[in-house]
């Protein structure tokens, strides 16, 4: 006889133990719950994972982000093979504690989920994400971080692992830093990008001797969050972050780029991990920055220099003009 479903009882003793796996940041007790096959998607990966160490490889980083999140059970409907879960989620984003209602379906085999699927209307995470990021960390958090949330190795690689792969020759800007004199950070949704100062108000300007070459530190930004693990991207110290491929290979010295309305060209500088990078994510996150069979991949950044001034907002393109 085919399985039509779990009864609201049968789901509620499901949930209670599989729901509180979502929080204390206990990614391998969350993945213990899914098949090694077991397919997942939610609304920030609509395209899904498949395969438990990608499951897990993302899970590492969701609950990095979110370690004090707490999610119930509202109702449950049968489903075959499953049931479809009612969930009510409390999620604290800076100041805030966000209360938010979704569904998620359920589809087991021999007792372990094999399918599933969240929905849920993400856009005041969103909003509560960006406020916070937009907040000036504190002088004193910059030196050194949270240890609590540097990664190991083994999740570092694990994660880069299964990483989507960056678009190669028209991107977008995702974050633009400027580093105020009193140690702050500040998260403009546009600067005039100019040839003499970079970044306008920025450290670089006020740190002789200013060396063009390293005139804007830039970061491939799921590559910051990895190595961030929950922490705020401004801690790294550069200025921007850019969803594009910036690996040696696809941007060779003296490659340009349109950012916004600005011109770019890409700098002979390498840009290493450094003793203030180790205090913030780690010796590992050193080390996975710093790996000579990867290093080509410029995990850490790269530098570029503004060749022509111009508008960046937040949002806009990142495109190759020309390569060498």
Known sequence: MQFQGLAAAEA?????????????????????????????ADPAIPGGVHGREALLAYFRRLLAHHPRWVWTQRDSIPLRDGF??????????GERVLEVDGVCTVQLRDGWIARNEVFFDRSALLDALRAAAAAPAPPDESPRGDPERHLGSTALDASARVLPAP?????????????????????????????????PGDAWSRR????????????????????????VLTLFGDQLFVDLDVSAANLPVGTRLRVGEALVEMTPEPHNGCRK?????G???????????????????????VLEPGLARVGDAVEVVARP
Do not use: C
Not at 12 to 37: C, H, I, M, Q, V
Not at 174 to 198: D, F, N
Not at 277 to 281: G, I, L, N, V
């Open 167 to 199: 678009a190669r020759d028209a991107g977008r800007l995702a974050l633009i830093v400027r580093r105020l004199p009193t140690g702050a950070r500040e998260t403009p949704g546009e600067v005039h990008l100019s040839v003499e100062h970079g970044v």
């Open 277 to 281: 990078f180790q205090q913030r994510f």
């Open 208 to 231: 002789p001797p200013r060396k063009p070459e390293a005139q804007l530190a830039v970061m491939r930004r799921d590559v910051a969050e990895l190595i961030a693990n929950g922490q």
């Open 84 to 93: 479809l879960n009612l969930w009510h989620a409390s999620i604290p984003v």
């Open 12 to 40: 509620k003793a499901f949930a209670e133990r599989w729901l509180p796996a979502w929080s204390g940041n206990r990614p391998e007790l969350l993945a213990s719950f899914y098949t090694e096959d077991a397919f997942y």
């Open 283 to 305: 010796a590992d996150a050193l080390r996975f920055v710093q790996a000579k069979e990867t290093r080509d991949q410029n995990r850490r950044g790269v530098y570029w220099r």
